[in-house]
């Protein structure tokens, strides 16, 4: 069984107090904050059953590893979830679920803009998120903070070969579509209605040659200001949102 590992902040806490109370080892909450976001929080986390400790800030800041923990951390056990990608997709296939929406990220190492991807993924309805096991940031106390609760609903899978693993997607008949400045056609001019992975790259470098040659397609955002580029979630965000405008 895996170790324990912490959350931190209303949001992150709130969505595993929902999803798997059960899950809670113990709240750490801040007591000399009073306010309504508070006890509310608690009056939920109560009605859960969960286990409540009073602590000072600086004691749940040394818990969550960050100050902007708003007066609330919690120890928790991992929630069982699809241990690989191919495991996923089959449970998927198994509900009937004929066309997955999966993002891939190929160079995101800021736990923030992971955290906003999650958020935005889950949001829009998207089955998993994938990225390299070596360009890429894990699961931590920042990113599930920054995720709001996504963190603990969206499969998150990092992967030894990011352009194998397309190629495997291909093989299922999952359309990959890049992202890239340069690309002749919209993200408005492509069909998302089937199963599809949309594959963002870091902003700057963009996506590696590789990951760029092996995907099918390759799609741009349209840029008419001075800016040359968008922030990888925001652009996750315009994609995901459009694929889920055509399936709606």
Request: charged share 25%; proline share 4%; with cysteine.
């Amino acid at each position: 069984m895996s170790s324990p590992k912490v959350l931190f902040g209303f949001h992150a806490v709130g969505v595993r107090l929902k999803t798997a109370p059960q899950s809670i080892i113990e709240i750490y909450y801040e007591a000399t904050r009073r306010d309504a976001r508070m006890r509310q929080f608690l009056d939920r986390a109560r009605e859960a059953g969960a286990r409540l400790i009073e602590a000072d800030s600086v004691r749940i800041a040394k818990l969550a590893g960050s100050h902007g923990h708003q007066g609330v951390a919690a120890r928790v056990e991992p929630v069982k979830v699809a241990t690989s990608l191919d495991e996923l997709l089959e449970d998927l296939e198994a509900a009937g679920i004929e066309q997955p929406l999966l993002l891939v990220l190929d160079g995101v190492t800021d736990p923030h803009n992971l955290g906003a991807c999650l958020r935005v993924a889950d949001g829009a309805g998207a089955h998993a998120v994938i990225a390299p096991k070596d360009h890429a940031v894990g699961i931590n106390a920042t990113v599930a903070k920054v995720a709001s609760g996504a963190a603990e609903t969206m499969p998150y899978f990092m992967v030894t070969n990011l352009s194998r693993t397309l190629n495997e997607l291909k093989e299922r008949n999952i359309w990959c579509i890049g992202t890239s400045d340069d690309a002749p056609k919209t993200i408005y001019q492509v069909d998302l209605k089937g199963p599809v992975a949309l594959v963002l790259g870091a902003e700057g470098d963009g996506m590696r040659q590789l990951t760029r040659k092996t995907c099918d397609e390759l799609v741009s955002i349209p840029m008419k200001g001075a800016v040359e580029s968008l922030n990888v979630s925001v652009a996750s965000g315009v994609c995901l949102y459009e694929a889920l405008r055509q399936r709606t």
